[in-house]
């Protein structure tokens, strides 16, 4: 089975801090990959995807991620948090040759106001 | 546009109680999947399909048993509740395209107890 590691179970940041969240995957082949942000009590809503090409990708809400295939890392960056970017974070994988997904096991983000 | 839609969205059950949940999709997704969200454990896949008339095993599927009758509907049963079974549990579809496997698109979620 893949796994997806996510170091940083929690962090907190104080407002207009910069944030990274880690993300590592462990299958060698082609992936697609995605970062996906869960705010309290919601479901999961998909904040950007990398499937080919630039390896530097934009999301909603001022979120970007990049792909570095040699480290087989997809980590999360926005330049200034916001108190509303408080959530859960998820980093997922999948491929073309499996149908599923393998989540990672989620950042808890709380910005201080 | 409702996307994915789970009913119910909260229950109780009994210890040895059984019950189904339903998941719905309007979006013609070839792909189903049924996860359960607990504290510090992210999702964990239970059961999954990938058309209709078809089924198969995730990470966690004991306990738990799933039917796709219909494209539209995945239905996730619990035979006899146990309490280590109290989680919410999120539905998701998805397609597949020229690059691979769309984002999933995920329901509202069930919170289920079990006593």
């Known amino acids: 089975a893949q796994s997806v590691s996510q170091h940083n179970h929690h962090v907190i940041l104080s407002e207009a801090a910069s944030l990274e969240l880690g993300c590592n995957y462990s299958y060698g082949g082609t992936v697609n990959l995605f970062w996906y942000v869960q705010y309290p009590g919601q479901h999961l809503q998909l904040l950007l995807k990398y499937f080919s090409g630039d390896p530097l990708v934009k999301g909603i809400k001022g979120f970007e991620a990049e792909f570095i295939k040699s480290k087989f890392s997809f980590n999360l960056r926005k330049p200034s948090v916001q108190w509303s970017d408080t959530a859960e974070y998820f980093c997922a994988v999948t491929s073309y040759n499996f149908n599923k997904f393998y989540f990672g096991s989620g950042t808890k983000l709380n910005v201080k106001p | 546009n409702a996307g994915v839609t789970q009913t119910p969205k909260f229950r109780v059950l009994k210890t040895g109680q059984s019950m189904t949940l339903l998941c719905a999709q309007d979006m013609n997704h070839e792909y189903m999947y049924w996860y359960r969200q607990d504290p510090g454990m992210g999702l964990r896949l239970i059961h999954y399909s990938v058309g209709e008339g078809t089924t198969a095993k995730g990470e966690v599927p004991d306990g738990y048993n799933v039917s796709r009758l219909k494209k539209q509907n995945f239905l996730l049963g619990l035979e006899s509740a146990a309490p280590s079974q109290t989680s919410v549990y999120f539905c998701?579809?998805?397609?597949?395209?020229?690059?691979?496997?769309?984002?999933?698109?995920f329901g509202d979620g069930t919170r289920l107890s079990i006593l």
């Open positions: 998701a579809s998805s397609s597949t395209g020229r690059l691979g496997n769309q984002p999933q698109h």
